[in-house]
């Protein structure tokens, strides 16, 4: 009994009764150390435990697509932290290391090993919570990588015309939802009949679906409800389903970057499809504050990077005034 809760657990190593008996023994003296104040509890929890809890809280808050990147990033980083390290011990000096092997030995990016170390700060923050412990998260006195945020890339009109010929029938409808909604590709192919409302022309995505965690409404555009129509519109179930029939897509990136190969599209996305729809929206005159709201941005800072071609107009403005 630890703080009023009971505690059960296997006997991990025991092979018989007098072995178990004293590993009982020594969770018991750890037990009666911490209530005298001579060991504190994180001492006793392993950076294993802390994984696995973090986990635990991940399968059931996130979809299994998040929890299957973030099981595999708890892999890598439990490798790391070998033996029965707790998680007292872990130094800012072992992050520092950690941000090494990920992006220098493992051949990742920067932007890559902040992702670890965003799951790295929230199974901390999660045990810390969760046992009430008296602890400093390591992760505080370490700095992620600065992301280089460069300008994104997005589809010209003519590279449009030409990926849609080269688009497989599947995925051509797809690719017509991204263009005219802006959505996220886990939206889309998560994206359900009941999502979409005919009578009044909007795509509704719940807070709980939608990364900025707020519920968002789409305009329905013409183009994309022909597209609709032409596949079948139905009361309920997928939009997009695969030919092994009411199974959304899980994958589509292979078949969209031999598309984008045939098409001679370069260094493309199916995420920059999103970036089109925000530099198109910006290029045309429509306000940030409206574009910050189709795209469904928490931060209009984010939104900004979209001004790209109202700067590239700027210039052009100056070659003209320079010719006079």
């Not at 890559?112 to 969760?130: G, H, P």
Request: with cysteine; net charge positive; charged share 30%.
């Amino acid at each position: 009994m630890l703080y009023g809760i009971r505690k059960h657990g296997a006997c991990k190593g025991c092979r018989t009764k007098s072995e178990a008996l004293e590993f009982e023994a020594e969770i018991k003296n750890d037990v009666s150390l911490i209530h005298r104040k001579k060991k504190d509890l994180s001492e006793t929890i392993t950076v294993k435990q802390m994984f696995n809890e973090y986990l635990e809280y991940s399968k059931i808050n996130n979809k299994p697509d998040v929890y299957k990147d973030n099981k595999h990033k708890v892999d890598v980083m439990q490798e790391f932290f070998t033996g029965s390290i707790s998680i007292a011990e872990v130094t800012p000096a072992m992050i520092e290391k950690l941000k090494t092997h990920i992006v220098k030995d493992m051949g990742n990016s920067k932007a890559t090993f902040n992702r670890y170390f965003a799951s790295l700060k929230k199974a901390y923050n999660l045990v810390i919570i969760n046992h009430r412990l008296n602890l400093l998260n390591p992760c505080k006195l370490v700095s992620p990588y600065i992301e280089d945020n460069k300008i994104e890339r997005y589809l010209s009109e003519d590279e449009e015309k030409r990926l849609m010929k080269e688009l497989p029938k599947y995925l051509k409808p797809i690719v017509i939802c991204a263009l005219t909604t802006g959505l996220r590709k886990s939206n889309i192919l998560n994206l359900k009949w009941e999502s979409i409302n005919f009578e009044y022309g909007f795509i509704e995505i719940l807070k709980q679906e939608n990364k900025g965690k707020k519920k968002i409404q789409i305009p329905l555009s013409s183009k994309l409800r022909a597209e609709l129509e032409r596949i079948g519109i139905k009361e309920k179930g997928f939009v997009f389903t695969s030919h092994r029939g009411d199974k959304p897509y899980t994958n589509i990136d292979e078949g969209f970057k031999q598309a984008c190969i045939r098409a001679g599209v370069e260094n493309f996305r199916f995420h920059d499809l999103r970036h089109t729809v925000g530099t198109r929206l910006v290029a045309n005159g429509v306000d940030l504050q409206t574009v910050k709201e189709y795209l469904a941005h928490s931060d209009l800072k984010t939104t900004q990077r979209y001004l790209h071609p109202v700067k590239e107009n700027m210039k052009k403005a100056l070659d003209i005034l320079d010719r006079f």
